[in-house]
């Protein structure tokens, strides 16, 4: 992509009403745009690191067997009546009713329209288990919201939920979605933290926070040392991490006893990514679901519900991920891998260096942001780093003189001299 | 995919309130599912289906030039009030208000969004042309909806804008958009029809509406014979398209003299699955959108809008590719490539085949449906016909003992034994 030809509005200033770094670091790097109280427009470069990470937690509900559907934004009101949750749900929910006077309202979540859809659709034990997902726009009309993506009105959620006929396939499907959510973490180069949680408003008795540790974190998160020795790998890793201590302020603060020898208690911040929940049967017991059993008699499936916070991440890993000067974006969800800077576009020779090495990195796939714009070098190198593109590749008069250009690691800024033709096959490797 | 851990719900009978094809067709091959009036969930299938035409039109979105962003299905009231078209727009566009009583609304066009979003971020001729595409639902509370996703009130759509500094440029920026329309139809194995069209609601004076043809169209054109002969891929292509007389039936009626001699008038049936406009400075003036010009003046951009219906055109393309066994998807935009049916799941042999079989396939990048069900062989190929899956391949005992596989080709019927390893080499070429 050619800078001259993209939009990226980048700012200089950082906007006063953005308090926290992710914030504005978004608006600076022209990520985003707020088009009303809480509500974002993703431009180009904020939709790049949205869509690479949708792509990574995609992968891995399919790796763990999750089949993708999509459910619309709007949901009739008298679906969540009949899980009992219409009236329960308070004014975060945004309702409205459409020009028949229907009431309708903009989905916060979907244990009600899935319950639906499987209980219309299937009606043999032979059907289950099955975990589907979606990732689909979500509304919640916070009273206050804040901190840009991270607490907004309109999000980006992946939620899956699954059915078994059972309780140990519950728990069994469960544990599944544990394993994809360290997964989906560790690929973003994240440091999560399960953490036991209280179900709240969507019910039942078994349920995990999963939390990115980050300086900036919104919440402080107390475990035992021994979490961090955990091998996410190793197939035990499930049994392990939510048999060790790990508990968010507010409930830590409740343990009487805590089990863990001071020398091995940890605090750290953190901010809430992922919120898993097992809760039997009780959307489908309320909403009538049942199939026929392997004996022929009918059974109430047993669900439980998974949600990790698309548009949030993005935040998030900002919050874990940044320096003085911007972003310092993980290489699996950068919006570019490379960022080509010619610092003298009016030199033919530079010019041409340029625009080969942009071809044929284009040409192997190498996705590349090419500040081709006439501007000072110091505006396109703060740009570079402003918007955290993990490897820069300088290109000047004197180093094409000598036949060399300059490539940089965003992350830790080590500088290296090297021929055109070593920088292209170090970047396509 | 394996048939056993998918969820496609089939229906065998077709539902009685579905009064066109390609709404009975979707409903029967599981690929959506009613949630509301006019609100389809996708599943599995329609998704696939959904996402394959999104990507055809990103690509030629972006070969074009276009930058994709993504806006917020949520707008403000307020930002409509700039362009005076809150209250001109009737009651198709849904409002209501949130919970410290704004006015708000989802959004059914972006117009108005997309020009505030540029007019804050853009201050220079320097940064013009440039036409900004997003793909994201939208609302329309149709009073009837019906038709399946052909006309449904949350629909997907793909919308862009351009920007220029004149009037020449934003022709030069329409034509653009109106050979990325041709290619992006074509690439779909559909024949599209632009057509001249009224402006309407959205204001200008000159648009293009484009038809695929179909016989079960919802809509009637007229045009030149000579529309049929020119190559979409000749550089002067939108000059002879857009000299060639085509209109829709209550176009064409209201024209006193057609120009096109009776022996060359062709009357076809078509569905409307893309539009365009140029109205040059109607919402940049309105809403005060100003850029410094060359010579140091203000210059008020002319605009563009340029809309496909990517949900439509799901019910688009099976309207236009069915018969009475079920869809005939075109190769760009099947569900999957190949549909592998083992007859015998009981037979060792057979699975043996099968699987090993799926496992190359999918290794080398080929998406495969793959029936590993028990079920009667009858259920499976009406199944396999029933979704359009484009190739077929068949393993059933007598084959397996002679070493042979049978592969069908799904739109025209034909039908070959080949030996395993000839099938893997025609599927993966």
Chains 1, 2 share one sequence.
């Not at 219409?86 to 009600?112: I, K, S, V, W």
């Not at 570079?384 to 830790?412: N, S, Y």
Request: hydrophobic share 40%.
């Amino acid at each position: 992509m050619k800078l001259s030809g993209y939009f990226l509005p980048v700012l200089k200033e950082t906007p006063t009403d953005a308090q926290i770094v992710s914030h504005q670091l978004m608006l600076r790097a022209g990520m985003i745009k707020q088009t009303s109280a809480g509500i974002y427009a993703w431009l180009p470069l904020g939709l790049r690191v949205l869509r690479k990470i949708e792509a990574v937690v995609r992968e891995e509900q399919d790796k763990a067997g999750a089949v993708e559907l999509l459910m619309p934004t709007i949901q009739a009101a008298d679906l969540w009546r009949e899980s009992g949750r219409y009236d329960a749900y308070g004014p975060e929910m945004l309702r409205f009713n459409d020009r028949h006077d229907r009431e309708m309202l903009f989905g916060p979540t979907n244990e009600e329209m899935i319950t639906a859809i499987f209980r219309d659709s299937v009606r043999s034990y032979r059907d289950l288990p099955r975990t589907l997902y979606h990732i689909q726009w979500k509304f919640r009309d916070e009273t206050r919201p804040r901190f840009g993506v991270m607490r907004g009105r309109e999000f980006l959620m992946k939620d899956a939920y699954s059915f078994d006929l059972d309780e140990a396939g519950g728990q069994a499907s469960y544990r599944a979605m544990f394993v994809a959510y360290l997964r989906t973490f560790a690929r973003m180069g994240l440091k999560a933290v399960p953490v036991r949680a209280p179900t709240g408003p969507i019910g039942g008795n078994l349920s995990h926070e999963f939390h990115i540790l980050a300086e900036t974190g919104e919440s402080e998160i107390f475990y035992d040392a021994a979490l961090e020795d955990v091998d996410i790998t190793d197939a035990g890793a499930v049994e392990q991490l939510t048999g060790i201590y790990a508990m968010e302020a507010e409930e830590h603060a409740k343990v009487e006893n805590c089990p863990v020898p001071a020398d091995r208690l940890r605090s750290r911040r953190g901010i809430e990514v992922g919120h898993i929940f097992f809760f039997g049967n009780k959307y489908t017991k309320a909403m009538g679901m049942t199939v026929q059993g392997p004996e022929g008699s009918a059974v109430v499936p047993q669900m439980g519900s998974y949600g990790i916070g698309v548009s949030r991440l993005v935040g998030g890993v900002i919050e874990a991920s940044h320096d003085k000067d911007g972003i310092v974006w993980p290489d699996a969800i950068a919006p570019f891998k490379v960022g080509l800077i010619n610092l003298r576009v009016d030199d033919a020779a530079c010019a041409a260096v340029a625009d080969d090495l942009y071809a044929k990195l284009s040409a192997a796939g190498v996705e590349v942001l090419y500040d081709d714009r006439d501007e000072r070098g110091g505006a396109k190198f703060a740009t570079m780093d402003l918007i955290g593109v993990p490897w820069q590749v300088v290109i000047g008069p004197k180093g094409v003189a000598a036949g060399v250009v300059e490539l940089k690691r965003r992350g830790g800024g080590d500088r290296e001299e090297l021929s055109i033709e070593s920088a292209l096959a170090r970047l396509t490797a």
